[in-house]
């Protein structure tokens, strides 16, 4: 996930292929025309004019700000997925703070999260105006931005408007994730946790989540102190060689079914709990103690059925 750089050159070219107009001595933008009649052929030009503003560090002009107060209701005309690709842009904007705060004062908040913007809690208000402040102090990379944003707001809240915006399966993924797994990621107290975590996860994911804590810590002022432990995790398990994932496992399914101790689920049941003995006991990831282990699994299950059974009569 790469930082988005924009160059002002093409921003200031694109701003005028749209009809808009800058003042660089002012730090101003304003509708080439009236903006009022702009906006009736084009309400996504609302939206399109914040994140110019974003994207320059400029404010909108009076003329065309009391426009949008004024017409803001025909955006509800405007393309859900148009808007949701301006939103993005202004969020990894350079002056994206700028764009959150010209949102919420223009009243446009209701085209972004739906029927949220009018129920905000004080706690959810609170966290908006202190991402608005301090945003562009993290780095410009969309999927930890969009995240940023919803993590303002209750998780119910936050998810329902996720899908207002329709965005991709992956993204909704993503929010999800941090909603569900950002919190329990900062309660890892030892490597055997931490271990499970990152495998339940997968590399990929959990990298997303780390990344996505930094950006946090920044925007929150938050001790950095989890950051530095999970780090200091990562470094130790990866110098010792102590294996995390299933691929790391001295042995496979293939491993098993060939000893004639399992095959297909009941084979991938026993490596996720071969995995789980490796984490506790790293040394013990070798071919011959995980063979013998895999038989014990596999009796053991075995015997679960068979126990149940003699209960019964």
């Not at 004024?70 to 997925?81: P, W």
């Not at 010209?102 to 913007?117: F, K």
């Not at 010792?240 to 293939?254: C, H, Q, S, T, V």
């Amino acid at each position: 996930m790469a930082e988005i750089k924009q160059d002002k050159e093409s921003i200031v070219e694109s701003l005028e292929y749209w009809g808009l107009e800058q003042d660089a001595g002012k730090k101003l933008i304003t509708v080439a025309g009236d903006p009022s009649a702009c906006f009736e052929g084009d309400p996504l030009m609302m939206i399109r004019i914040v994140r110019f503003a974003a994207e320059l560090g400029f404010d909108i002009h009076i003329k065309a700000y009391n426009a949008i107060l004024d017409k803001s209701a025909l955006l509800s005309e405007a393309n859900t997925d148009d808007i949701r690709v301006e939103f993005e842009r202004l969020l990894t904007a350079e002056f994206a703070g700028k764009g959150l705060k010209i949102l919420a004062g223009a009243e446009l908040m209701p085209y972004i999260i739906g029927s949220l913007a009018e129920n905000m809690t004080k706690r959810a208000m609170s966290q908006f105006a202190v991402l608005a402040e301090n945003i562009d102090k993290t780095m410009r990379v969309r999927e930890r931005r969009i995240a940023l944003f919803y993590l303002c707001f209750e998780k119910k809240a936050a998810l329902g408007a996720v899908k207002f915006l329709n965005y991709s399966p992956k993204m909704e993924a993503r929010i999800a994730d941090a909603f569900a797994m950002l919190e329990p990621m900062c309660f890892l107290g030892n490597e055997y946790e931490f271990k499970r975590f990152v495998a339940l996860c997968g590399e990929e994911r959990y990298r997303y989540l780390d990344s996505l804590s930094k950006a946090q810590r920044i925007v929150y002022d938050m001790p950095d102190t989890k950051i530095l432990s999970r780090h200091h995790m990562m470094e130790a398990i990866k110098s010792k060689g102590d294996p995390i994932f299933i691929e790391d496992l001295e042995i496979d399914a293939a491993d098993i079914a060939g000893s004639n101790i399992a095959e297909g689920e009941k084979a991938a049941d026993i490596l996720r709990e071969l995995l789980d003995h490796v984490h506790k006991n790293p040394k013990m990831n070798t071919r011959e103690h995980l063979l013998r282990q895999a038989e014990k699994y596999a009796k053991a299950a075995l015997r679960v059925p068979f126990q149940k059974v003699r209960r019964l009569k």
